[in-house]
């Protein structure tokens, strides 16, 4: 039976809370030492945040019936990588953002060589979660496995790699092939990281789901980049919980300045036709997969 809107809204609630008591039990506490990078870790991770990237890997996972103590922790290694990711975008060499999630970035609040390392310290937990943490059933292929798909997706062939692309389009026209190209790499390779690390939490996962799965992980990845450029032109800064119109300040291309306002949207409406089109084979268990891809496009922050 189809899952309806108040179940998906539910189901959401309680992968967030779910991620959030992870996170917060796998952070080291800020009264160990070094105190200070622990509480700038904390700080970075706890504080707010739509949860898309762990709510992906829950919704995955689920489709294939894994284990949840394995989706815990993928979800928050995913999560961690995110934030380590923000907390480096937002320094002065890099876009020197004053505001993220509604409240002041991470090097504002601690000092920017604090901030570095909290990064850093953030990335390793990462890949120390997925290395040690428990996980049920999950075997040591798998996280081996786990391991190799989010460096690659964290790396200079994915997430850094995307963003040494975007600093050097800064001022500069790009076409719509190497706007994507930018994007697949920046935001994309995480988001779809996230999706087959919930995939690969599953017991035995079959290559059919597996690459369905990867290829709904690329679609939603860069609709997710296409409506936060459509957000930069139209949305608020206080709803945003970061500075609106940024982008722009920045000279950074973005897909409005490409497309149209209305181009931009009918792009991100054939990405989120595309994801569901990839969950074909799958019944209702897919359904948070399928409103999580509606969402993405449709959210305002
Ligand atoms: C500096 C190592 C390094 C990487 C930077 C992904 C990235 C590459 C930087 C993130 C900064 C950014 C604004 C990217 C554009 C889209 C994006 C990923 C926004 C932030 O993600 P959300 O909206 O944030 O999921 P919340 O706060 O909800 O988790």
Known sequence: ?????????????????????????????STTLPMDLHEAMRYAVLGGGKRV???LVYAAGRALHAD??????????????????LVHDDLPAMDNDDLRRG????????????????????????????????????NADARLEMLELLALAAGSRGMVGGQAIDMAAVGRELDIAELEDMHIHKTGALIRAA?????????????????????????????????DDILDVIGDTQQLGKQAGADRAR???????????????????????????????FGSEADPLRWLS????????
């Not at 039976?1 to 506490?29: D, G, H, I, K, Y």
């Not at 950074?252 to 084979?281: M, V």
Request: glycine share 6%.
């Open 251 to 281: 000279r950074k291309p973005t897909y409005p300045d490409l497309l149209g306002l209305s181009g931009a949207r009918e792009r991100a409406g054939e990405l989120h036709q595309r994801a569901l089109h990839s969950l074909e084979s």
């Open 53 to 55: 990237r762990p709510l």
């Open 1 to 29: 039976m189809t899952m309806q809107p108040p179940e998906l809204v539910a189901f959401a609630e309680q992968c967030r809370n779910r991620v959030e008591n992870a996170l917060a039990q796998f952070l080291p506490s």
């Open 195 to 227: 999706v087959v690390l919930g995939a690969l939490c599953a017991p035995a996962l079959d290559e059919g789901h597996r690459r369905a799965l990867d290829h709904y992980g690329k679609c939603i990845g860069l609709a997710f980049q296409v409506q």
């Open 294 to 301: 509606g969402y993405i496009v449709a959210r305002s922050s």
């Open 103 to 138: 409240r002041p970035t991470c090097h504002r609040a601690y000092g920017e060589a604090l901030a570095i390392l909290a990064g850093d310290a953030l990335q390793c937990k990462a890949f120390h979660l997925l290395a040690h943490a428990p996980m049920g059933p999950v």
């Open 68 to 85: 949840e103590q394995a989706l815990d922790v993928a979800a928050s290694a995913v999560e961690c990588l995110h934030a380590y990711s």
